[in-house]
């Protein structure tokens, strides 16, 4: 099976802490997380580390149980799914928003994702692959820049912090987005993707999160909105429905 990946080890554009032992524990783990299992070998050459660092680090992760380890090769741990768990029941977001999630991946044939901003990054709470053949892959938990590629754009377009971002779309475009209710981006933050977002509003008219459709360029086109546009902002309006906040949201 084909796949585009949308990610790499340490995501281009991510940020880092400025604490070095902790970006390279985390390198780890998202490299675990796209490529795992995998043996100390290939965790030296996916992350860059060198062996005495890798192998220290995942011992520690291993005491912590965010890192286990069987017939020598290192998988992400359970105790992190016990985490993810708690941020999703808390949020209840991603409960509300799988069925609608599938449903659009159904719909347009394409992978579905949903993103929700922490910091001055994006991360992806939720993901539907499409089933076969070429597809974009975006791991859950996966940390990307918030000023490249569709669901930034729509996370952006309602931000009241919008204008800290000098760096991302210029106000004309993200004026376009909430004129509109929608963006779309191609070969913006990966080669070869393209993408269509719109925003979930929360009950206060607020954003939530972007639920996001991608595929290849070669599947979408130079302008994947004329496709995806229509059945992503219906995805997004029923994720608020499942949620119990109705459509609130406005140009503002």
């Not at 017939?71 to 991603?94: H, Q, T």
């Not at 990054?121 to 490249?148: D, F, I, M, Y």
């Not at 191609?186 to 972007?210: K, L, T």
Request: glycine letters at 16%.
């Amino acid at each position: 099976m084909d796949s585009i990946d949308g990610v790499g080890r340490m995501n281009k554009g991510e940020a880092t802490s400025g604490v070095g032992v902790l970006d390279k524990a985390v390198g780890i783990l998202a490299f675990l997380a796209t490529d795992g299992p995998a043996s100390l070998a290939e965790v030296v050459e996916g992350t860059g580390l060198a062996r005495p660092t890798a192998h220290r680090l995942l011992s520690a992760l291993e005491t912590h149980h965010l890192v286990a380890r069987g017939e020598g090769r290192y998988a992400l741990g359970m105790r992190l799914l016990g985490w993810g768990n708690e941020v999703a029941a808390g949020a209840g977001l991603v409960g509300a928003a799988r069925p609608a999630l599938t449903a659009l991946r159904d719909a347009t044939g394409e992978s579905t994702q949903l993103y929700v901003r922490e910091g001055d990054a994006r991360v992806c709470v939720a993901t539907v692959e499409r089933a076969t053949g070429l597809k974009t892959t975006v791991p859950v938990g996966a940390v990307l820049p918030l000023v490249l590629g569709s669901a930034g754009k729509v996370l952006l377009a309602w931000a009241e912090d919008r204008e800290r971002f000098p760096a991302g779309p210029e106000a004309s475009v993200l004026e376009g987005v909430r004129r509109r209710g929608w963006a779309e981006s191609v070969a913006e933050r990966e080669e070869g993707v393209a993408s269509v977002s719109a925003p979930v509003f929360d009950g206060d008219g607020g954003v939530r999160a972007a639920v996001s459709a991608s595929g290849p360029i070669a599947r979408l086109g130079a302008n994947p909105g004329e496709r995806l546009a229509a059945a992503v902002v219906s995805a997004a309006r029923k994720i608020e429905e499942a949620l119990g906040n109705g459509r609130t949201g406005g140009n503002g």
